[in-house]
């Protein structure tokens, strides 16, 4: 079992930054791939982020491509979201995930273990 804590999230105004970050415990992630989603209320999980388990390959969304940049440090078993030129519209609960191959995927419903999330707030 893995499990996945989620920290960073908080209040920002429009134009501001955070970093998002995932811990993982109970197993070492090196050969999973991850992702993050998040959710904003009334409306359904999207994708956000996702990289390989190398961290030699990343994707985006096209909503935050060029905003955000996902990372990894596997001798920590963390996960990192930079997000940068934060946009009102950004403002959601953000989830990290883990899947059990080295590849990613941009459907929630692949991912095999998810943090309790965190929540982002970005005022205009």
């Known amino acids: 079992q893995v499990q996945l804590v989620e920290s960073g999230g908080g209040l920002v105004q429009a134009g501001g930054s955070l970093r998002l970050s995932c811990a993982a415990s109970?197993?070492?992630?090196?050969?999973?791939?991850m992702g993050w989603f998040r959710q904003a209320p009334g409306k359904e999980r999207e994708f956000v982020a996702a990289?390989?388990?190398?961290?030699?390959?990343?994707y985006y969304s096209d909503s935050v491509k060029g905003r955000f940049t996902i990372s990894r440090d596997n001798a920590k078993n963390t996960v990192y979201l930079q997000m940068n030129s934060l946009k009102p519209e950004d403002t959601a609960v953000y989830y990290c995930?883990?899947?059990?191959?080295?590849?990613?995927?941009?459907?929630?419903?692949?991912?095999?273990?998810w943090g309790q999330g965190t929540q982002v707030t970005v005022s205009s």
């Open positions: 995930a883990a899947r059990i191959v080295p590849r990613y995927t941009v459907y929630d419903e692949r991912y095999d273990y």
């Open positions: 109970g197993r070492t992630i090196s050969s999973y791939a």
């Open positions: 990289i390989s388990s190398s961290g030699g390959s990343t």
